[in-house]
């Protein structure tokens, strides 16, 4: 499907989304003819990975002419909910910054944008596109802590700064939109988890709640909008449930204990499993989740490699595969289906200098 397409694309995958969460709550595609991709953002060596995931088994297999060169010091990835644009945080000084953009074919190869990377001279930590490609929200700590925001043309990619910079409580580390599109959420370290609201037809950005942190490193929303997970490098993982109308964050319980140092988490798109890439453990921990209640999973932590620091779910939520920053790999996991949640070693693949980041597109 061409991208100028995308827009009725995403409307479709939200209705096949609807479709298939059902009464039950949980979406479990078992179609094992589909193979998605899977990009990592090498912050050594300046540049993304690309696999295809085997369907049936979860393995990885390189792409045609992968990597894919990006600026210096690519820490993020974002995709929006159909998996046509691939857009890469780059954290370089000078003019070695901005938001590398491609267009994501259906073989998993990638064609840089015109104009890409967008606001160069500016170093970006962290990125997040709106699922229906309105905006692309980046995070930088220069010249000061703060949001800038993206217009997005829908037919090619291309980004647009729009409005200026929109200040954070702290230095943003990783961030992530809802589903829904109406919230963004910042994890910033010391200065905690900054939630804020949307502006539907500007993108305009309004503080709603700062949460604090000893170590927010990362946070993950789940499919419904209805619960986040934060990843505390000093404590472990915390749950909250979001308010509908505010997208404001309330603690469920305590924080539960993960492994040393956790750095990413991510909530599988069934919501049924959260995970947590610990880095200094090296080996990720694993919950089940009932309405924001998290449980371990019996044998949790699992072995990873030389530090962990990020986790991806492909969207079947039958595979797991984990960026060891220390190992310049990529672990590939199933989750078991007798005991839920549970990870069982596929094997791994190497990737370019040090893996910040992975992600699963959902383009088919």
């Not at 989304?17 to 090498?42: E, I, K, R």
């Not at 230095?171 to 910033?188: C, H, N, Q, W």
């Not at 993950?220 to 990843?231: L, M």
């Amino acid at each position: 499907m061409h991208p100028r397409k995308a827009a009725v694309s995403v409307a479709a995958s939200i209705l096949l989304s609807y479709l298939f969460t059902g009464c039950s709550g949980f979406f479990v595609d078992q179609n094992t003819t589909v193979s998605f991709p899977v990009y990592a953002a090498n912050s050594g060596s300046a540049n993304v990975s690309a696999y295809k995931l085997d369907p049936n088994v979860g393995t990885l297999t390189t792409v045609t002419g992968q990597p894919f060169v990006a600026n210096t010091n690519p820490l993020a990835l974002g995709t929006d909910s159909s998996g046509f644009f691939l857009y890469a945080a780059n954290s370089g000084g000078g003019t070695t910054g901005g938001i590398s953009g491609w267009t994501v074919n259906k073989d998993g190869t990638l064609t840089v944008m015109t104009g890409s990377p967008f606001s160069s001279s500016t170093p970006f930590f962290a990125v997040a596109v709106d699922p229906t490609l309105r905006f692309v929200f980046a995070a930088t700590n220069t010249p000061s802590n703060g949001i800038q925001a993206f217009t997005v043309n829908t037919g090619n990619g291309i980004l647009t700064a729009t409005g200026g910079l929109v200040g954070t409580t702290g230095a943003p580390i990783r961030m992530t939109e809802d589903a829904s599109g109406k919230f963004l959420y910042v994890a910033e370290g010391a200065g905690g988890v900054d939630v804020f609201g949307i502006t539907a037809n500007s993108g305009a950005l309004t503080l709603v709640q700062n949460v604090p942190f000893g170590a927010a490193n990362d946070i993950a929303v789940d499919r419904s909008t209805a619960f986040a997970y934060v990843a505390d490098g000093g404590t472990g993982v915390q749950a909250f449930s979001i308010n509908a109308s505010t997208g404001a964050l309330t603690a469920i319980g305590a924080v539960l204990p993960a492994g040393n140092t956790p750095m990413g988490v991510t909530v599988s798109p069934s919501a049924q499993f959260v995970y947590v890439a610990n880095s200094v453990s090296g080996d990720i921990s694993a919950y089940t989740s009932a309405a924001g209640v998290l449980t371990a999973v019996a044998g949790s932590p699992f072995g990873a490699s030389t530090t962990p620091v990020s986790v991806a779910v492909d969207p079947s939520s039958r595979f797991v595969y984990v960026a060891n920053k220390g190992a310049n790999t990529i672990s590939i996991y199933n989750i078991d289906t007798t005991t839920p949640g549970k990870l069982n070693t596929v094997g791994s693949i190497s990737s370019g200098t040090g893996p910040n980041q992975v992600l699963v597109s959902p383009r088919q």
